[in-house]
């Protein structure tokens, strides 16, 4: 949640320049945004307009926000500034002791103009720069400052930017005459392979020719510059309206590719996770949203063939989990840096679990803290809703459980994608005779009902209609109440699942439009496989087409919708 740039250059760069990479990290937060170079402030709520105007600079400051503390207003977009204005900041995270630290500072009279949590940075160091140095002040910073950040400073006689990290994250992309900061490495990965991530209560002095980063102590320490692989070019919209469509036609390829690296680059890697899986005792997966219901089908494959495991909600991982040495710990995740799966890895660390994840970001914190980590290859997903990437999510799943005899020919997966996306006109037809309903059902059961709750998941954050997802056995304990004459419930039967087909009668007696999903009965839609677990891909495949053209139909901002983002790196 919320981007944050920083460029520091030997040459002039327009700030449409700057504008155009924190675009790039609009999908973590479109609330407002801001931008400060030394002359110009600018706040504002909204998505991000880039400015006309053709003005150069060599050092700027870039936010864009989701807002914890303070309403979505131009006062409350970041960059915020102290009293002086001689200091200005941009953060993402959040500051636990604001209230005390606020409250200290405005009797020393410190005056505040927003409602934010953040202001009080730019407030603290005005204050300690009276006395010390900036660097003084950024070791001061990590022992007194309670909270999560990724900080960016800017003071307006220095030519550099200082840049702070505990838990949000934050990287470096050098190159030869300049320097970038920003949250995460999409927002310079046109420019430079290279990237120097942050670790926790470290900070650094950039300016356009060198960096150097300091310990929570104040001394200087070495870091290694990585270099990363992107496919740039999936960042790029091409003939498509949405990211969300382009994304979900990715999904043949992506899968390809995924299954390619996992008999060469990501061989090793993989056999490793599997040999963990054998070793250790108790096998939890751990994520949240999307993530979450592809661990549920993985828990589902495994069980099929006798690997016992369960799945947590990553923000009450704490309180279901019990741990030990024995245990190995598998966060899914797309971007790597949703705050509560780093919170229950740090969890499991000290537990002594093993960490093995499965992740789409590459160096992405999840990543770097876990004993092995396998990629999902799903290449740059932009809109916020997961599609591609839970595809993908899934295939690696359905790999795992291969190793341990769960039966799936997996080279045919792109084909029976194909097959999905093929039936898009008959989906649209579907969407259109449903989008002006308020309240929708899906039923599943067994390898159905992860899907069931993922797809209720897409229609709720993307077509914003209620929807529940739930185990077919279960809607007569209570939520057969709401089923009206009309009311649509969308059923997925796998192989002719009697007891699903019983689920379904008994809501279409009692006036449900039923939208049949099946491989094996006659239905609405018919999905072109036998197999349990390519069923449980192409079902939610259908899912995110429905509710693409659901959303078209109400003419909603489907690749930003309201009130979410993308990286949730707060808890
Ligand atoms: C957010 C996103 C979802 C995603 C979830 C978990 O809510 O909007 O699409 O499934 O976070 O994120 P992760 O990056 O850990 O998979």
Redo the contacts with the bound molecule.
Sequence with gaps: MCGIIGMVSKDDFTIQDAFKKLKKLEYRGYDSFGYFDKELLIKKTGHILIPKTKKLTRMAILHSRWATHGGVTDKNAHPHQSCDRNITIVHNGIIENYAELKNSLQKKGHRFSSETDSEVVAHYFEEKVKKKTMKQACVDFIKEIKGTFAILVMKNDDDCIYALKRDSPLVIGPSKRSNILASDIYAFSDLTDKAVFFDNDEFAVVDSEKYTFYNELGKPIKKTVQRFRWEQEESLKKKFKHYMIKEIMEEPIVVKRLLFSLKTEQKDNFERLIRLIKKQEKIVFV?????YHASLLGVYYLHKCGVEAQALIASEFENFAFLDEKSLVIP???????MD?IEALKYAKEHKAKIASVV?VPYSTIQRMSDVSLNIMAGQEIC???TK?FVNQVTILLSIAKEFGFKVNLDTLPTRIESVLGQKNKIKKIAKSISKKNDMYVLGRGLSYPVAREVALKIK?ISYIHAEGMMGGELKHGTIALIEKGTPVISLISNKDHDMLSNTKEVEARGAKIIMITNSMPGDIRLQTSNDGKFGILATIFGQLLTYYIALERKLPIDKPRN?????TVK
Excluded: C, D, P
């Excluded at 994520?287 to 993530?291: I, V, Y």
């Excluded at 979410?564 to 949730?568: H, P, Q, R």
């Design positions: 994520a949240a949203g999307t993530s899914i995740s797309q971007s790597g840096e949703t799966l789409n916020v809703a997961a990437s954050e979410l983002a993308k990286s949730v």
